[in-house]
């Protein structure tokens, strides 16, 4: 990897649609890219290795010529730069120069020309077509990864944004804000289904890079605002919240992309704790974050404790990484390996040195989803705050599955044990059933119900709660299932209604059955 020199002046958007309209003839799409490259040396880009690309990309179609210059960063000749997109307008508006560095007309069509920043295809959730505008060498896929150490350096898709984006709940909303808006991926996003977009950052080459992601994947443009956490918004609210903040926990904010300027996990605890008040009534607030593992507290607790009043919370744990781990991983990420060993034990000392003094032993990544209740804000109702571990793999997208996880919970809140053995279920769409036990047994040892799709989740389950989800077509009420089962087993019904509600309320938290409404659907 190399690393980045960040681009003084940053084109403009006079022209994003000519130029917009050029990349999807040529079809520098995520698909177009997939079918030039093949999957091995696609692959390959995203761990930013370019060799692969440099082999398939040796021919000078529109495609190859556009890979050459916004994904792999080398110097085209002007002339095969002009038939692949609109010269005149892409020098002037500052999207490529002239290899000495000047802008303008090209005054030699035998020049050679190179790209002034990454410009990266992303397919939308629904196919379309956008791109993803970035500083050089800063996108998955680029030329040259990160391993930067300008302060004020603006990354393109990674990981954790595109995470971020599958988690969300995508229902229409009139309001969206997306704080610390880096490229403008979450911003692009939510103008699909959002009337109206704010995007803020604390870095304003930032928000000129949303400008330009947005105006070149067609998409509406969005109110921007530099500054840092809610201030820019004053006291304005919002229906949708989203934010993958610099949530580093480091020694110093050396990198505005990733350090947050706050000791420990403050920052993170910061912006959970203070999106509560900025969310209308129904409105959610979801990011990604860090978390201390503290010596003698919990780590559930400590969460739990971000939670602002009048919110309902899912919290999940995804990943959990010693200090070794974690600094080592981060150092990496600054290019700090690759300098005097001298000066990376230095640095590898200092994060040591800030771990041990805030007593964190580990550090924990995961989602954090926030859901402003009415009732809860006055005090009707107890929250619902779930704290969980999942380290396991999941289906993205997860935005439906996490807007079922509240409506589930609201719905256990408002029904205690007879109400659930008067409801009717259905059990959810892709649940199979397991049976574990010695080859040749007669009976299994245990039942497991296990979730295809979203979570994914597994619970294992006694032969009353195997039969009761078995036979849920929502045409029985739960006590008439159990009466029956009672009948067939020999088992006491009364019994039955008396433990079983436990194990339905379990089964409807975690998605493996489903109430049926009053029009009777689930």
């Known amino acids: 990897m190399s690393t980045t020199s960040l681009t003084t002046s940053l084109p403009v958007p006079a022209h994003a649609a000519r130029l917009r309209e050029a990349l999807l003839a040529a079809d520098f799409t995520a698909d177009g890219l997939l079918e030039l490259l093949g999957a091995p040396a696609y692959s390959a880009l995203a761990r930013s290795e370019t060799v692969p690309a440099l082999r398939a990309t040796r021919g000078d179609s529109p495609l190859e010529t556009l890979v050459r210059l916004f994904l792999l960063q080398g110097t085209v000749p002007a002339e095969r730069a002009a038939a692949a997109l609109p010269l005149k307008e892409a020098l002037a508006d500052g999207w490529i120069e002239e290899t000495d560095g000047t802008s303008g007309e090209a005054s030699e069509m035998a020049g050679q020309v190179r790209a002034t920043v990454d410009v990266r295809p992303y397919g939308g959730p629904e196919g379309q077509d956008w791109f993803i505008v970035s500083d050089l060498g800063c996108a998955v896929g680029g030329a040259g990864g990160i391993g930067s150490k300008d302060e004020g350096v603006v990354l393109g898709v990674g990981g954790a944004s595109t995470t971020l984006a599958g988690i969300t709940v995508r229902t229409p909303v009139a309001s969206a804000l997306d704080l610390g808006t880096g490229s403008g991926i979450q911003a692009l996003h939510a103008s699909q289904h959002a009337t109206l977009v704010t995007a803020t950052d604390l870095n304003p080459r930032a928000l000129d890079f949303t400008r330009l992601t947005l105006a070149l994947s067609g998409a509406r443009e969005a109110e921007l605002l530099p500054g840092s956490l809610f201030e820019p918004v004053d006291g304005d609210t919002y229906d949708l919240i989203v934010s993958n903040p610099p949530f580093v926990i480091s020694p110093g904010a050396r990198l505005t992309y ?9 920052l993170c605890r910061t912006l959970v704790r203070e999106a509560g008040e900025r969310l209308n009534d129904g409105g959610y607030a979801q990011f990604l974050a860090n978390w201390q593992h503290v010596e003698g507290e919990e780590w559930q607790d400590r969460l739990r404790s971000w939670v ?21 991983l981060w150092l990496r990420d600054s290019g700090d390996h690759r300098e005097d060993p001298r000066r990376y034990t230095e640095r590898y000392e200092a994060w040591l040195d800030e771990f041990e003094a805030r007593g964190t032993k580990a550090v924990g990544f995961g989602w954090i989803t926030l859901r402003r209740n009415a009732a809860v804000a006055s005090g009707a109702v107890e929250p619902s705050i779930v704290v969980e571990e999942w380290p396991h793999p999941v289906e993205q997208p997860l935005g439906e599955t996490v807007r079922a996880h509240f409506e589930r919970q609201e719905y256990l809140r408002t029904h205690d044990d007879a109400a659930l053995l008067a409801e009717h279920f259905v059990l959810a769409p892709e649940v199979v059933q397991e049976q574990v036990g010695l080859p040749g047994a007669e009976d299994p040892e245990h039942v497991v119900l296990r979730q295809n799709r979203g979570m994914r989740r597994a619970t294992r389950v006694d032969h009353v709660a195997a039969g009761f989800a078995g036979v849920c077509d929502g045409s029985l009420s739960a006590g008439r299932i159990l009466d029956a089962i009672g009948q067939l087993t020999g088992e006491d019904p009364v019994l039955l209604r008396d433990r079983t509600p436990q194990a339905i309320r379990l089964l409807v938290e975690e998605g493996f059955l489903l109430p049926v409404g009053e029009g009777g659907g689930a």
């Open 308 to 328: 602002p009043r009048g919110c309902d919370a899912w919290i999940v744990q995804r990943e959990v990484q010693d200090i070794t781990q974690y600094a080592e």
């Open 258 to 266: 990733r350090d947050g300027g706050m000791g420990g996990d403050d």
